[in-house]
T-cell receptor, first 115, second 110 residues
Framework: DAGVIQSPRHEVTEMGQEVTLRCKPI?????LFWYRQTMMRGLELLIY????????DSGMPEDRFSAKMPNASFSTLKIQPSEPRDSAVYFC?????????????FGEGSRLTVL | GQQVMQIPQYQHVQEGEDFTTYCNSS?????IQWYKQRPGGHPVFLIQ?????EVKKQKRLTFQFGEAKKNSSLHITATQTTDVGTYFC??????????FGSGTQLTVLP
């Protein structure tokens, strides 16, 4: 299996621009998570989906952030408009309901820089 | 809300020395997981502990879950340069999702 696939790996944009991050979870995994990692705040859960349905988006910072999962193999995290404080590494992770360990499989991350 | 504190934030050790990182939760956990993130990489799952007082070993790594299920530790015996990275604990309370600790960044000096 190719693992969780994220794109782009790096994104540099200017303040006010729209940013879309993409994620393809591991096939067969039914839960998908978006995390943000910064030096100051560590790993923060933004939102997670079960069976393509958003379950908890309480970690989404504000209305500028939105996430969708139109099908089991694709999710997007959108920031519009972007701000410099959004600069971070955004990780997508997926998990199998069947796997008893509850292991999260992380993608390699999307490093976002907002100038 | 639930908080998971992890100490120390940074640790430098000489190769061959032991290393321990500690994780404390403000609430009782149903389980705790440990992850390792290499520099520039992504978190990779190491283990999950579920039972009170549980101890698990993976080669030179020993993981413990406290009796009260509010704290945990990861101990590495005789560190190697390949152990370099940031170690995160992540606790889960009942049906909630994981809350990650702040991580301990380990540097191993050759």
């Amino acid at each position: 299996d190719a693992g969780v696939i994220q794109s782009p790996r790096h994104e540099v944009t200017e303040m006010g621009q729209e940013v879309t991050l993409r994620c393809k979870p591991i096939s067969g995994h039914n839960s998908l998570f978006w995390y943000r990692q910064t030096m100051m705040r560590g790993l923060e859960l933004l939102i997670y989906f079960n069976n393509n349905v958003p379950i908890d988006d309480s970690g989404m910072p504000e209305d500028r952030f939105s996430a969708k999962m139109p099908n089991a193999s694709f999710s997007t995290l959108k920031i519009q408009p972007s701000e410099p404080r959004d600069s971070a590494v955004y990780f997508c992770a997926s998990r199998s309901r069947v796997e008893s360990s509850g292991e999260l499989f992380f993608g390699e991350g999307s490093r976002l820089t907002v100038l | 809300g639930q908080q998971v504190m992890q100490i120390p934030q940074y640790q430098h050790v000489q190769e061959g020395e032991d290393f321990t990182t500690y994780c404390n939760s403000s609430t009782t956990l149903s389980n705790i997981q440990w992850y390792k993130q290499r520099p520039g990489g992504h978190p990779v799952f190491l283990i999950q502990l579920v039972k009170s007082g549980e101890v698990k070993k993976q080669k030179r790594l020993t993981f413990q879950f406290g009796e009260a299920k509010k704290n945990s530790s990861l101990h590495i015996t005789a560190t190697q340069t390949t152990d370099v990275g940031t170690y995160f604990c992540a606790g889960r309370r009942s049906a909630r999702q994981l809350t990650f600790g702040s991580g301990t960044q380990l540097t191993v000096l050759p």
